[in-house]
């Protein structure tokens, strides 16, 4: 009985056993999926074992490294390229005859021992804090700039004073993957070869500081008037933050945002020194910012020359950083390494009429001894042939020499209301719609009264006034353009949509700009020059015109480029041909530009164009066309050397190039577009057209249907004055300023001194010219204080 039940007890055990045991379907399948890992795992181990792993690291680590022996026992030191050596650039008139040779003495090696030790220091605390301790490359750097080369994410920085050395004075200034690379091994050859104060000394000898001057001993020259051995270390420190900048930094053409970059860019270096050990805190307290001096321009530039010379250097500029992917020092240091032959397209004969133009319509009448006001008179044009698109005339300035700021290129003033074109220029191309629903024409109907408000799209209210406070009732676009009345044109741009004028400007060759609501009255920035290519459009039936200065250029290695810019049509024909058609009631109609075709101008040419009054009476200019000509005159209030006892618009004190009013100037309560540029533009026109021509304007215009507005006289609100006598001057209305201009600088690395490629203000797009600086704060004076202000 005990074995029976012992064995009873052990069956029922075993089957409680496999039952516990005993898989069910989804048992095995999980046990399956349980040995098949186990079977994957031990695959794997037996594939990748830890010294299979290790085996093929190694091999990597001896294949990269075999490689780089490799590249290093491939890559020679080369011979000194031919850009290590300056040649002269010669400027040559249409004719061939040559104005200038500019560039002849621009470098001269020096020894090390003739540079201080403190200048050194400086140049090495900028540049390259690791100089004396790094084997010559910046592994990590370089790493990044190959990278973002081969991603096509544009130059990056990253280059030791070893690699910039070796990039100077052994190869070329191309960006490509393969030139970094050599650049990379050449330097660590270098650095095993050479001393770092024969790499210094070579680096010092070979970089680019601007104002054509390659090397520290011309450096010296060129901006402080000494030698080398004697430059202080203030005047070190600002020769070392030009290596980043050289043309954004140069204190005689630097904006105002360039010169606080510069003496940033000072600051730094000094500050790094001190870090470093080579200068102690007290002495970095006492170092005060030393400014350099003008520049002394070669032969060859008095005159008008230089402003030539200046306009087409910046047109090749831009040919070169578009061809070769080059930012602006680049392009300018390639110019200014010489052998280039430069063909100017200006007509000799255009020339000279519009400098005697603008010396009898205005400089004869200034007498800066009697009315001070006059010493701040400062004239620019440019005439194109829309045909071509050649500058056949600019006008910079009395003397390059006297006044370096090209007049004709310059973009710190406003350009009024010669912009209001371009607003309806954009609401025909746009068909846009006014308030009733109606497409746009020249017969459309406005309120025409002083400060109408207008609604923009996104609520915001503008409410212009127009020149005296004049009420004009209902009036057609073609009445309105006559008078040049701002109501209207508010609320024209409010119909277009600010962003498709911006779009429009863009097109016909102006910067962009912001949409704001002022802008509808020229409160942008733009040069005669930048007009000069929009009214050409217009004239040109809507093929984009890009004025161009140059003829031809030729260089040794580069060959010849005949610019030639094919931009195709920026706006249709019927659009351009109907501006035009409105422009001609400008001048015929008894409008604003009616004193071009007055007098002994009446029946000499036909004639279109614009005039335009900024406020604070502080610019005036006049763009008009002919069927052959295209010609943009400004004139800008500047206060002289000194400010010339002057108050800017805000009535403050002038300083030397703040904008300030031209009331009174040349004997003359106010200065309108419809007087001194008016009457320069007519005089310089019949002497370019020998007299005058019967070319006629030849237009598809489309004027819209007549609408007859309800007939009312102006009024004015404010207390009514004697009317105007009809043969004097037609006053413009002044634009409203309310936006500020900007103007952008790509950031750079304080350690590398090469663009970070973040958001950028000077431009690049590089400026037709780099002396510009713009009113970087923005009230039209140089020093800031944007606030709304009413003509």
């Not at 020679?76 to 040649?87: K, R, S, V, W």
């Not at 070669?298 to 831009?318: C, W």
Request: net charge negative; proline share 6%; hydrophobic share 30%.
């Amino acid at each position: 009985m005990g074995r029976a039940e012992d064995r009873r007890a052990r069956q029922r055990g075993g089957g409680a056993r496999r039952a516990q045991t005993s898989p069910s379907a989804g048992g095995r399948a999980d046990r399956r999926r349980a040995a098949s890992r186990g079977s994957e795992r031990s695959l794997l181990r037996r594939i990748f074992t830890w010294k299979k792993v290790v085996g093929t690291l190694f091999g990597l680590i001896l294949l990269c490294m075999g490689a780089a022996v490799g590249l290093y026992m491939y890559v020679d030191i080369p011979n000194p390229n031919d850009a290590a050596e300056l040649q002269s650039n010669v400027y040559k008139d249409i004719n061939g005859k040559t104005i200038a040779n500019v560039g002849d003495t621009k470098r001269e090696i020096v020894d090390l021992s003739k540079i201080p030790k403190d200048v050194q220091h400086v140049v090495v605390a900028a540049e390259n804090k690791t100089f004396y301790k790094d084997p010559g490359v910046d592994i990590k750097g370089t790493t990044r700039g190959v990278l973002n080369t081969l991603m096509g994410k544009g130059k990056q920085g990253g280059s030791t004073i070893t690699q910039q050395y070796v990039k100077n004075y052994y190869l070329t200034q191309e960006q490509t993957v393969s030139r970094k690379v050599q650049e990379l091994v050449i330097a660590l050859k270098i650095d095993r070869q050479i001393s770092k104060d024969e790499i210094l000394a070579g680096y010092l000898n070979t970089s680019y500081f601007g104002r054509g001057v390659n090397g520290i001993q011309a450096a010296a020259q060129a901006y402080y008037g000494v030698d080398a051995q004697d430059l202080t270390l203030s005047q070190g420190a600002y020769l070392a933050a030009l290596l980043q900048a050289p043309n954004q930094y140069d204190w005689a053409i630097a904006s105002e945002t360039g010169k606080k970059l510069a003496k940033d860019r000072w600051a730094y270096a000094l500050d790094n020194m001190v870090e470093m050990g080579w200068l102690s805190k007290s002495e970095r307290a006492e170092q005060k910012f030393q400014e350099p001096q003008k520049p002394k321009q070669a032969p060859g530039h008095e005159g008008q020359n230089g402003y030539h010379i200046r306009a087409a250097k910046d047109e090749l500029a831009r040919h070169l950083m578009k061809k070769y992917d080059l930012d602006v020092n680049e392009a300018y240091n390639k110019i200014d390494q010489g052998g280039w032959t430069i063909q100017l397209a200006i007509d000799p004969k255009k020339q000279k009429a519009l400098e005697k133009a603008v010396k009898k319509k205005l400089t004869s009448q200034l007498d800066p001894k009697k009315r001070k006001v006059d010493a701040a008179v400062q004239a620019g044009a440019v005439s194109v042939d829309p045909k071509t698109g050649k500058v056949v005339a600019l006008y910079g300035g009395e003397d390059f020499l006297k006044h370096e700021r090209s007049n004709a290129t310059r973009r710190d003033y406003q350009p009024g209301s010669t912009f209001k074109p371009v607003i309806l220029a954009s609401a025909l191309e746009n068909a846009s719609l006014d308030k009733d629903g109606e497409p746009i024409t020249p017969n459309t109907v406005y309120d025409g009264d002083s400060e109408v408000e207008v609604e923009f799209p996104g609520g915001a209210i503008y409410d212009p006034p127009n020149e005296g406070g004049t009420n004009y009732g209902p009036i057609t676009v073609q009445t309105a353009m006559n008078h040049s009345t701002n109501s209207v044109f508010a609320a024209m741009g409010a119909d277009v949509g600010m962003d498709k004028v911006v779009e429009t400007a863009t097109n016909l060759g102006m910067r962009e700009f912001k949409p704001y609501a002022a802008m509808t009255l020229g409160s942008m920035e733009a040069s005669p020059y930048d007009l000069a290519g929009v009214y050409s459009t217009f004239a040109a039936h809507g093929k984009k015109v890009t004025p161009s200065i140059i003829k031809s250029v030729e260089h040794a290695e580069e060959g010849e480029w005949i610019p030639d810019y094919d931009n195709g049509p920026a706006i249709s024909r019927q659009t351009a041909d109907t501006v035009t058609a409105v422009l001609q009631g400008v001048t015929n109609d008894g409008g604003t530009g009616a004193t071009v075709l007055r007098g002994q101008y009446a029946g000499k040419y036909e004639a279109a164009g614009k005039t335009g009054t900024t406020d604070e009476n502080v610019s005036a200019l006049f763009a008009g066309y002919t069927p052959e000509l295209v010609t943009v005159v400004g004139l800008y209030g500047e206060a002289p050397e000194g400010g010339g006892g002057l108050k800017t618009s805000e009535d403050k004190p002038a300083k030397a190039g703040n904008h300030v009013p031209l009331y009174g100037a040349g004997g003359r309560p106010a200065t309108h577009g419809a007087g001194f540029p008016a009457e320069i533009w007519a005089e310089y026109t019949l002497g370019a057209l020998n007299g005058g021509s019967d070319a006629k304007f030849d237009l598809e215009a489309e004027m819209g249907p007549t609408s007859e507005p309800t007939t009312q006289e102006p009024t004015t609100e404010a207390p009514t004055t004697e009317a105007p006598d009809p043969s004097e001057e037609p006053s413009d209305p002044p634009t409203e300023t309310q936006a500020p201009p900007t103007e952008t600088i790509e950031p750079t690395d304080p350690e590398t001194g090469k663009p970070t490629g973040g958001p950028s203000t000077i431009e690049p797009p590089i400026d037709p010219d780099p002396s510009s600086t713009g009113d970087t704060e923005g009230d039209g004076n140089g020093n800031g204080g944007w606030k709304p202000r009413t003509g």
